[in-house]
């Protein structure tokens, strides 16, 4: 990604210009500035995007509040034919979208296919929940009296999403915010902001009524800022790096919007010596390298039983050289290149440190030669790794695992918990105490035992510590998007003096 002057994009390229949708209206910045969008594995612009400005966020924001009380108005189930719709339209179109998502990200074909089939899942999931966004009914403690909760939209909900996912997470926000009576605008990640706005545009196909959904497009510090800061917002649903979430944390503090907020995570993946080791291979390689090790949930560290060890470690070794790295369309690659320059720098900053550090690069440790351009980095596996070291402690989010060795069950679990991140975690072991002390004793939000993600709609996707608030995903997820209103009605045909007064003949 980068801003480039209109003109200059326009005319020297004949790359596909894109614009944002506000209310109804398909249409560029205020300012006429532009975005390039560059596909990662070549290095070559794509398209073009408006580079969007504080304003543009602000009309999205208020075109949503007018759209809102009549969304609101529309039963349930009519808000769910809009998403089933949508739902089918994103299928009628899966190769074409998954190409646009490998394009702007550089995934595999295979993982955006996959990534496409499970935005049309999050919406025809939420559209089933139109006719159970439930409340209750309560008694109360007066006669002829009830006491009703109701589960009420929000108003405009800011939603907010990184490029490593720039399909499925935006449709995990957008489904449950639209089937509860919320209207949104969206913002994805400046790096892929096309797969939002290609579903965007299924969404008017769909007939979804204007101003109901909207799209701006800019920097996190400008049109984000704004999407938090503004009083319009009710509900900030940000998907991110803990850092980016937060300082929106403290700028949505100042009109106490209500967050949602899915942040950095550091997934430790546990391997004990009575674990199948063949099967406990084959999904620690899947854990750490899909999307090219830039998944929320991907296991960043390894913790290896020392009885094993060494038979583990070799025989990861030798599969992880066998991952093919190249060109993301071809359906021999498992690695295409990391998002970005500036990722590939992250990642490359790690390996560096930790082999000043002393650790031993087992396999990896630079970018692969034969290919010249695009964001490649190599499969790397990091030995002799200290608990205490960035690699172990920051997140990598690129293709990069450290081992450590463990002799201690309780030390390995010890070992995970000692993190700022508490989002997934893996454990492989055959042992029913085992299973159970994972499941009780390691804090964090998923923990994958015997298997691995990605994650299933109903379940809940949270974390503990600095990986966020709220979660997303499940009914949990809807109730994220409700405002709870408790009801008191009394209905005695007479005036009821009683309740009014209870302690006065006491
Ligand atoms: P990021 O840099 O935090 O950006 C995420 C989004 O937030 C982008 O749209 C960004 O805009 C926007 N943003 C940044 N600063 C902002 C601010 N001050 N106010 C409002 N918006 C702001 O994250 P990323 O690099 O795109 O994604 C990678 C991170 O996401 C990793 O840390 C990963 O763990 C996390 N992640 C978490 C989950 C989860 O479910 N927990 C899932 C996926 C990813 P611009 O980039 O356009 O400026």
Redesign the pocket.
Known sequence: MSTSPKAKSLSASKVRHYKMYINGEWVDSEDGELLDVMNPANERVIATVPKGTRLDAKKALEAAARAQPKWEDLAPVKRASYLFKLAQLIRRDKERLAGVLTAEQGKPLYESKSEIEGSAQNFEYYAEYARRIEGDVLPSDFPRQSIMILKLPIGVVAS??????PSA?VARKLAPALITGNTVVT?????TPLSTIEIIKLAEEAGLPKGVLNAVIG???EV??E??ANKITGLVT???????GS??ME?ASNHVAKLVL????KAPLIVWNDADLEWALRCAVWARFWNCGQT?ICSERMYVDAKIKNKFVSAFVKLVENLKIGDPMSKNTDLGPMVSKSARDTTEGFVEKARDEGGKILTGGSRPHELRAGFFYEPTVIDDVDQNSQLVQE?I?GPVVPIVEVDDFEKAIEYANDSKYG?SSYVFTKDSNRVLKAMYKIKFGECYINQVGPEQLQGA?T?FRQ??VGA?GSRYGLECYTQLKTCYIDWNDKPNLPYLFPYRNK
């Open positions: 907010i999403t990184p490029w490593n996912f997470t913002k994805p990640s400046s790096n920097s996190g510090s984000g800022d999407l938090v940000m998907t991110g790096s803990t850092s980016a300082k929106i700028r899915e942040l950095g995570g929320c997140e989010f989002l996707h974390g990986t966020g997303e």
